[in-house]
């Protein structure tokens, strides 16, 4: 089976081969830390032998689970946010029908998200979508007290008690959690909820391959066994014995760090599939919260090619040269569709008939690539084979070990998040939350 591979030949005319061969270094103490557990934020480095930790039994218990829903649920909502819900919904995404929600799936529940905002309208509008609908709950939340998450369950909870009665509700709702604090866990435990726990030492952002990610993927009909085999592949392909310049990660994490010193300080991370604009979203949070912090960090941006060419095309050809991107290219398509050939040829497109489609969008990744490196955007390109469970499972860990790394090679910490605290204070300060009485006065005096 073939390794997603990178490419870091349109980097160098901005920043030279020397330059980055010279992070190996640093890029191999960053190895060693992680490794050893030696750098701050060793307590929450689970993921990182997580995919070669998992057993033929876990992965059986969980498509037990998923089997149980699957049997009595049309749809499945998966309440969560940030790393509670983004990897499960990207590879749901990536790998689904992009007319899923309109054709509907005879096989499979539909999977949706909610928890992840606090909009009226959406929860008014997800509670009317639900109410003819079998339905089924995922609660996820590490901590068990996210405000978004908690206020979408004490719906959801409601309207399917009142709906399938107190019975089916407690086969149907399945919580992942912390193994003993939190809301979530002590509602799983009165209700008897199945409930799965989330390591302690893995964090939100780096969960997918927990059951926070491999439950929902399993619901939605999904092979999570391929997916943690990609996974797994990864981690080997990674391992800090592998040299430096054929370890994928190490090298990506030494180019961005490369092209950060040379004043690249943000990154578009760009797809040429729209299935793959969640993986972005995935991708964001995963960087953006490990690497933002101390006033450093590239900012992580994501543009859905080639439609955003439309709109953000002109900037990032000709704006503020303080970027880089990194392509996704997904080597073969997994269905087939060439351009017909037509009489009058009004639109002038008879010079592309019998061309496949993914003929077309590959020359447009390759003329955009040249476009942006002469306009002065460096290219790291990454190759997948094909859209899939397997290479998708690859692509997780190696942005999640890249990511460590490139956080240590940083100065900072990749595994906390002290920043996402201070609007949570605000919010609870305004809204009168017992406990926070003197922070209330005091952001009403700044009103
Ligand atoms: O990566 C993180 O730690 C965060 O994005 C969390 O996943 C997010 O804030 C949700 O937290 P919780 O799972 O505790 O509800």
Known sequence: MKNIALNIDKVKGFVSEETILAYESKVAEAQKALEEGTAPGNDFLGW???PSSITKEFIEEIKATAQVLRENCEVVVVAGIGGSYLG???IIEALSNNFAAFIGDKKNPTVIFAGHNISEDYLSELTEFLKDKKFGVINISKSGTTTETALAFRLLKKQCEDQRGKEMASKVIVAITDAVKGAARITANKEGYKSFIIPDNVGGRFSVLTPVGLLPIAIAGFDIEALVNGAQDMEKATAPTVPFTENIAAMYAATRNALYAAGKKIEILVN??????FTSEWWKQLYGESEGKENKGIFPASVDFTTDLHSMGQWIQE???TIFETVLSIEEP??????PS???NLDGLNFLAGKHVDEVNKMAELGT???HVDGGVPNIRIS???LNEYYLGQLIYFFEIGCGISGYVLGVNPFNQPGVEAYKKNMFALLDKPGYEEESKAIRARL
């Open 319 to 321: 704006g503020e040269r």
């Open 369 to 371: 690539q040249l476009a």
């Open 272 to 277: 040429y599939q729209p299935k793959l604009h």
């Open 334 to 339: 997994n269905s087939s569709i060439t351009v």
């Open 88 to 90: 499960a919904r990207a």
């Open 48 to 50: 990182l032998h997580l």
């Open 342 to 344: 037509d009489e009058e």
């Open 384 to 386: 997948i084979p094909k």
